[in-house]
């Protein structure tokens, strides 16, 4: 028997009307607008698996659709980057479904942390995979759709990232139809806010800069740009301040200090947003949390305010190219395996054993993911790899901030046209993000907001970057600290203090293990968990 419980209200509501279940908002292969209720619409003349995938195909948005077509048969699906998570567990004949992880929980009697499952979390900041951190509970992934139907699941993938052939077109056919397509995307967007207030987190890149630059193109004037951190020594700052100006936006400075921040760890509201947002799957971030709190506590903001983040657009641009450790058209499963797990389980030491473990799980996910298909550029795999773990479980996870405190979002850099163009782009364009900074460039040019551009990526200065890095294993890690001190200019310092000194209290981990800042989140949550499990 199937056991449905959709509860969480937080920003996008779900809507129901007999067997169809949603939440969310999309646009549909002809442009026509849902959201809300509406979005039932779109789904109510679905009859076979053939029908549900022709339209979770063609859906262009943020969307979770569940359609119970019997008692024991139930078909689902997530967006391209799984926006909202769905956890299921199947017991005694039953299946247990919903958005709230600890609905499910209070269904299972013996509830097991998996100890892969705890390595991938202090390392990667993510479970990978369908897997939790408990052994009897999953969770759904990006671009796929479940088959539930006696008592037998089937998941399969209906949006793949992975290419074996790129674009034909030459450079200068490309960029005329990349501002084609970014005109179009942000139609749709500025369509989607309907006239509510664009809240835009407007850091010193560029990704942020041009949702801020395309709104002002389509004079939305509704718009507020915000940053934090230090108020000195802080290029964001600066940069994002100019921006907003030259734009003629609203810009709004949250300093990052300890009456901002406070001992959080004694808040109840803090308390319950780190549970709201890792859920057993994904490490917590907070460093937007205080911003958060303080535009929402002095009524900076509109209670139907949309947040607009810039998330993953130097993905499609191509900066993933410079870490993925050289692969380019060709490499072995091996191959791919490897540098996923030298560049993306990085935050905590782990042992041997458990490397060995999450290699080998990662080589059955990526032969998984090219099963009969042939020729598939090797690059791209990884790519594909990035979009269901790294970005949707580390990068999109952090838009659940702005639900927890009741706010919906979205995500221009995953509108599917721009996400369908910028996977068949030639590797030659995309590895140094030329075509994509070039057209960025452009648009910035016209609103005299190309002072800056943000983060330099050129494949000679990444060789640097990358030297540097080699350079620095080999010096002891005091030695280090002495040597560079990056800025800290959003002052993560301050915001991790309370987080580091619990943890260092109860000197029941070895900080040893610890290589970035982020670790200590993950740690911090897995003993909350264990004490509460």
Known sequence: MIKADFISNKGFKWFNEKNIFVKGFLFDSDQRYFENENVIKYFDDIK??????????????????????????FLFANDIIRSCPIFYSIKDQNIFISDDYNTILKKINKVEINELSEAEFKSAGFVSGHNTLINEINVTQAGEYIIYNDEKIQIKSYFDYSISASSSLD???????????????????????????????????????????????????????????????????????????????????????????????????????????????????????????????NKIISDDAIFIPGYSGDFLGGSQLYKNGGIKLKASINQIAQKIVENRYIHTKISAKNKKEINNKIKLQLSESIKNRNNLYAYSIFENWEIKENLSKFIAQAAHIYQFFGYEFRFPYWDKELVDFFKNVP?????????????????????????????????????????????????????????????????????????????????????????????????WYLKQIKSNL
């Open 427 to 523: 590797y030659r364009y995309k590895y140094g993000k030329i075509l994509y900074n070039k057209t960025l460039s452009d648009y910035f040019n016209n609103y005299n907001i190309n002072f800056d551009s943000g983060k330099d990526l050129s494949p000679r200065k990444f060789k640097y970057f990358k030297f540097k890095q080699k350079v620095k294993k080999i010096i002891p890690k005091r030695l280090l600290r002495n040597l560079s001190k990056p800025s800290d200019y959003l002052n993560y310092s301050l915001v991790l203090k309370e987080i580091k000194a619990e943890l260092r209290l109860k000197r029941d981990f070895d900080e040893n293990e610890i290589q970035t800042q982020n670790a200590y989140l993950a740690h």
């Open 171 to 297: 450079y200068s056919e490309l960029m005329p139809k990349s501002k084609k397509i970014f005109d179009q995307t942000f139609e749709r967007l500025v369509k989607s806010l309907n006239n509510r207030m664009a809240v835009v987190p407007l850091s010193g890149g560029l990704d942020s800069r041009l949702i801020a630059c395309k709104l002002k193109e389509h004079n939305y004037s509704n718009v507020l740009c915000y940053t934090f951190g230090n108020s000195t020594d802080n290029f964001e700052k600066e940069i994002s301040e100019k921006v907003a100006k030259e734009l003629g936006f609203k810009w709004t400075f949250i300093k990052y200090n300890s009456e901002t921040i406070g001992e959080y760890l004694k808040d109840e509201k803090f308390l319950e947003y780190y549970k709201f947002y890792s859920k057993y799957s994904s490490s917590f971030m907070f460093q937007d949390y205080f911003a958060l709190k303080f535009l929402k506590e």
């Open 48 to 73: 076979t698996e053939k029908d549900f995938i022709k339209k979770i195909s063609s859906a262009n948005g943020l969307f979770t659709v569940f359609i119970q077509i019997s008692e024991n048969k």
